[in-house]
């Protein structure tokens, strides 16, 4: 396992830096402030390949593996946490189906995937399931060569605006979740008795949506199935070791975005008749938080290096995997939060006000707490290990 970068990864991180910085950080704050999916942000993404960076070449991917991704998912951070969501969001519903789909299967959703013409999202909560993931309601029931889908799924990042969603259901009620309980099956757009219902209201990433899903004999093909049945729960917990790094990412890409403001604002704003970086109350702070994001950095890096490769049998994901995948995002999401909170503090009242942008990255930084698994379920996950 290695993770210094390459030159190829380099490259990416100089390319999307430069995107990021030319073209999502104008729009950052008017994203925020519109509270609606950022399409601008996915045409810029389509134009630049940003789709394809983690699929196989043979499906139009740049097979660059998820190192390369998070970094492109760091640097879009920096400058915009709404647009890393709509990264991570075609990485996690995608998962999935990288770990789980036939050949065929890949041949036919993935080409539209990578180049970023279709987007997909991961059904995964539910009113009664966040954290307790085997706990989900929602059922399939095999009917022929159809699926008939009854539920309600909620919080799920982009559906509304997706060719495809992988939605998690029970299609053995009788059995456990993890002893073979439930299924993942794939629901195409304008499935017959697919429904949006309520759109969330949220206090960051305002330029992704997030929305409830309804299902009332909704009929799917029993050819979109993922794998077996059964094997529902296997995936999911795959899948979610596989991309909690990745929003580790996008803390990390927060949090250097918001030192970075700091700093910048401390070596200008003068108080007392110097500038406030020089005196040693606040430059400790900074140091701190340096040192915070530099840590998160190597964890998230490191996570990344373990996973750059999908083992033929996902039983085998190594346990050092998963306990770094759950490590990186508890560290990267709890640095994100103490390092914009305290860039808000650098700024004093300016920090409060959304004409600077820490406040908008203070409230971004929130849902990396929370969203695939919360800090105390990757705690969960760690001590499991122990
Ligand atoms: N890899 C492989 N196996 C795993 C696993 C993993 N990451 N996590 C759990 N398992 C296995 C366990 O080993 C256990 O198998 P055995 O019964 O054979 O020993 C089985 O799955 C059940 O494990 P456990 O009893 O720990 O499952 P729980 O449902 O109680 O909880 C957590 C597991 C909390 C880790 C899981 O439910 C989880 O990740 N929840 C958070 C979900 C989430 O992120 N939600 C956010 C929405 S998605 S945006």
Redesign the pocket.
Known sequence: MQYDLTDEQRMLQETVRKIAQEQLLPGAAARDAKNEFAWDTVEIFRENGLFACDFKEEYGGAEMGVLAFCLAVEEVAKVCGSSAVILLVHE?GSMPMMLAASPEQKKKWFPGLASGEHLVA?G??EPG???????LRTKAVKKGDKYIINGTKQ???HADVAQYVCVAAQTDPGK????GGLSIIVVEKGAPGFSIGKHEDKMGIRGSTTCELIFEDCEVPAANLLANEGDG??I???T??FT?PCVAAQALGIAQGALDYAVAYAKERQQFGKPIISFQGLNWMLADMDTQVEAARQMVYKACAMFQEVPKD??R?PKEA?RL??MSKLFAAETAMKVTTDAVQVLGGYGYVKEYPVERMMRDAKITQ?????SQ?QK??IA?GL
């Open positions: 996690l991961f995964l909560t399931a966040g954290s307790d993931a085997g706990g919080f799920i990042s456990p979740a993890h002893k729960f296997h999911l917990m795959k979610l070791d909690r996902l039983s994901v998963i995948s759950a929370i969203y695939e698994g919360t379920v969960m996950v499991a």
